[in-house]
């Protein structure tokens, strides 16, 4: 009635009336805290009566300025020419851009290659594999880490860039396939993009080795959609994998990798230098998680195969790696 809408005019009239204006500064006090400003979107009150006082102001916050665009102190090169390895080399002297960050030049002289045979002669399958990629003949250091790794030896390659490490632990995972169709391996590559590359090449191999017949291969990583995942556990013989894949999704959950892990020959370890410093030590602790898993649960004992280029001491750090005394280097 017209009683309760009087009492509630007096009562908005007596709290303007305690309110300060507008542009009046806050009384410090001893006690008051320092002000806070608070974001909140502002309240639409666009009637004739309405009062800036009681309006939420809205707040923003100050937008920071766009740093500075770096300009480069050198354009950018432009040249397409196909060039040799001396060619690139005066290529980057000449540039101003690399001025003074080269501090050393040097030229190696070519060694003639070595090669050398398994001491047990390659199966059919394999030797066809071989020459589907113009492949006839070993250099000594993969013999000698075939040799080693057929023996059940943990083994370390340790040789130089484009040096054809890969074959030191394909070739022993074929021989293993050409033996026992239910053989098994993992492969753990520390990035997609190199577990990606050998995927392709690997399957090529098999397919040259054993045609239709060939063995599964595939990658078990975060990309995996959902619903390939059961096929690839149930199916694959050649795996490739991460640490982090291993630890998360293969490991918590092996008996659905049941068949992988009872029949699994080989682990190879591919670009052992990138597990070093916590990524190191983590990826120590899983692997030592799965030999536990592989002996106690399913009695297998695969042999390690790792391969690096740039590493100080290879046996030293794939023992620490692996948990293992026996490993042998392989590094010429």
């Known amino acids: ?13 007596a709290a303007r009336a305690v309110l300060p204006p507008p542009d009046a500064a806050p009384t410090p006090t001893a006690t008051s805290a320092p002000d806070r400003v608070v974001s909140a979107p502002p309240r639409l009150n666009t009637g004739p009566q309405a009062d800036d006082r009681f309006q939420v102001q809205p707040d923003f916050g100050r937008r920071s300025s766009r740093p500075p665009q770096v300009h480069k102190k050198h354009p950018p090169c432009t040249d397409t020419r196909h060039l040799d390895s001396d060619a690139f080399l005066q290529h980057l002297q000449e540039r101003e851009s690399y001025a ?26 394999v030797v066809k594999a071989l020459a589907a990629r113009g492949i006839h003949q070993l250099f000594i250091h993969q013999a000698q880490a075939i040799d080693l790794a057929r023996a059940g030896r943990n083994v370390v390659v340790s040789t130089s860039t484009a040096s054809g490490k890969s074959l030191c632990y394909l070739l022993p995972v074929l021989e293993a396939l050409a033996a026992d169709r239910t053989a098994t391996a993992l492969f753990m590559f520390p990035t997609k993009a190199l ?33 390939e995942r059961p096929e690839i556990k149930g199916r694959a013989q050649l795996l490739i994998t991460n640490p982090d894949m291993l630890h998360m999704s293969v490991l918590p959950v092996h008996t659905s990798f049941a068949r992988l892990l009872g029949s699994l020959r080989y682990v190879i370890v591919d670009e052992g230098h990138a597990y070093r410093g916590v990524f190191g030590c983590h990826t120590a602790l899983v692997i030592r998680r799965l030999r536990r898993v592989c002996a106690r649960c399913y009695g297998s004992n695969p042999t390690f195969v790792v ?19 026996d490993v042998s280097v392989v590094s010429e």
């Open 1 to 13: 009635g017209e009683t309760t809408k009087e009492k509630l005019l007096a009562a908005l009239t």
């Open 100 to 125: 003074d960050q080269a501090v050393h030049f040097e030229r190696l002289p070519a060694r003639a290659p070595r090669y050398a045979e398994t001491s047990t002669p390659l199966s059919p399958p």
């Open 195 to 227: 577990a990606q590359d050998q995927l392709r090449a690997m399957r090529e191999l098999v397919q040259a080795a054993f045609g239709d017949d060939r063995p599964y291969v595939d990658v078990f990583d975060g990309d995996t959609p959902q619903w």
């Open 307 to 325: 391969t690096s280029a740039t590493v100080a001491n290879p046996q030293r750090h794939v023992q620490d790696l692996l948990g293992v005394d």
